[in-house]
């Protein structure tokens, strides 16, 4: 198989975009990124009677 020099120069162009692009988006997507976090229903609800259990617990301890 022969290799031309146009066809090194070629590669090597291509290899050279890609390689500026994904440093481009590698920026972008560190910038971009957060942290989400979501809470399913029953989690909520179980947050809710642990409160509510607290809060009771210290009013009958309190004496009131």
Do not use: C
């Amino acid at each position: 198989m022969t290799i031309f020099p146009f066809q090194i120069g070629e590669v090597a162009g291509l290899y050279q975009r890609i390689l500026k692009t994904r440093s481009h988006f590698s920026e972008a997507e560190t910038e971009e990124k957060k942290d989400v976090v979501s809470i399913s229903a029953e989690a909520k609800r179980q947050k809710i009677l642990e409160e509510a259990k607290s809060a009771v617990l210290v009013s009958i301890k309190r004496g009131g």
